[in-house]
């Protein structure tokens, strides 16, 4: 009996396009670099993994036969034939006591011959899906997520803040982010559970962005140290950073002396002015008073000096605030994140800034630095 599947070519590109983004494009290791074709009675699955996450995608299939069987191939290979067969139905064939696997596309208009590999070499990672934790309808998961993500810290490292921290109190939920110089924290829900933190890698909040935008998404708790986001006809089974998040409370102002009332679009201006000339990226740029009015200078003694005047009153009290810098790049994202008018609240120069927009649900910290 002859062992074969047809699906959708734009079924398929979808699906690989969420495999291709798991599965790194060079590996050490050839399993590695091979998606997993499992076909059943319920269908088709194609599954990929980088060992620290794992995609189980189901396809509706338009043909089949031979049974249950399991085919593993390229990547790369099966991403650009689906991306070549654009509306028309692929065919997967697996061949009989051959280490090949033979793929056609349309009415035959086009036809390969692939090696694979034995699919019993494929890993998984294991664990068995435990209770639900929580359900974000209408992409709300995304959503949130893409409000903090931009803090997640590069820096090897410090590896626990390569991730968002999903933190759930009895008092409310939230996600926070930080690389140390800035902090953003969402908290979603005032509806708190029990008490819980997890830090979910870096690379799994880019695929849940990049790719489950818009859905209606269940997460799962697996075993120890792992989590399922189900989607429907998607489960990304992901490891968490085996790590403790720091205590960033401790960073949160208790207190706010001066508030400086910032327009979005005009401090966003405002920065892209006055590191025109070029040099350094995230260059420290000062915010002092003249005339009662904030400016924002930048020196530099390769690139010059900047001066850019804003619309923004200093703020007056019985103790004039004295100039502070930030870093130009990390202000200009926060600023870029924010909706509407922005709140920048302090207290004394060194301590950390906290900036609030329209937008209730958000609180970011800036540490401010040296001009």
């Known amino acids: 009996m002859t062992k074969f599947v047809v699906v959708e070519g734009r079924t398929l590109k ?45 396809l509706d299939v338009v043909d089949g036969g031979g049974g249950d069987w399991s085919v593993c191939i390229g990547v ?37 011959e692939l090696q694979i590999l034995p699919e019993d070499d494929f890993p998984e990672i294991g664990g068995k899906q435990g209770d639900l934790i929580e359900m974000f309808t209408n992409g709300m998961l995304t959503a949130t997520l893409d409000k903090v993500s931009g803090s997640i810290s590069t820096e090897e490292t410090r590896y626990y803040l390569n991730g968002v921290c999903w933190h759930i109190t009895k008092q409310d939920r939230r996600f926070v982010a930080t690389d140390g ?30 790719h489950l935008a818009n ?30 998040y720091p205590d960033y409370s401790r960073v949160l102002p208790s207190r706010h002396d001066f508030t400086l009332d910032l327009k979005r679009d005009e401090i966003i201006a405002a920065i892209d002015q006055a590191t025109a000339t070029g ?32 619309s923004t009153p200093w703020p007056a009290g019985k103790v004039e605030p004295q100039p502070f810098a930030f870093n130009s790049r990390y202000l200009r994202d926060v600023a870029a994140g924010c909706q509407g008018a922005i709140e920048m609240r302090m207290t004394e120069p060194g301590a950390p800034f906290s900036i609030f927009d329209e937008d209730k649900t958000m609180t970011r910290v800036l540490m401010p630095m040296r001009a």
């Open 215 to 244: 859905q209606n998404l269940k997460i799962y708790d697996v075993d120890t140290g792992k989590l399922d986001i189900v989607a429907p006809g998607i489960t990304i089974r992901t490891k968490l950073i085996d790590g403790t």
């Open 76 to 112: 790369q290979a099966l991403a650009g034939i689906a991306r070549a067969a654009g509306v028309m139905d692929v065919r997967i064939e697996r061949a009989d006591n051959a280490m090949e696997a033979r793929i056609s596309v349309g009415d035959g208009a086009a036809f390969y």
């Open 14 to 58: 979808q699906a690989m396009k969420i495999i291709s983004a798991i599965v790194e494009r060079y590996n050490t290791i050839p399993i590695l670099s091979h998606a997993k074709i499992t076909h059943r009675a319920e269908g088709l699955r194609i599954t990929g993994t980088d060992l620290d996450i794992e995609a189980h995608i189901d």
């Open 181 to 210: 110089h800035r902090l953003s924290l969402c908290t979603y829900t005032p509806e708190g559970g029990e008490p819980a933190s997890r830090i979910i890698p870096r690379k799994t909040v880019k695929i849940i962005s990049n």
């Open 279 to 310: 040099g350094q990226r995230g260059a420290a740029i000062k915010f002092s008073n003249q005339n009662g009015r904030a400016v924002i200078e930048r020196r530099s003694g390769d690139f010059g000096n900047a001066k850019v005047k804003t």
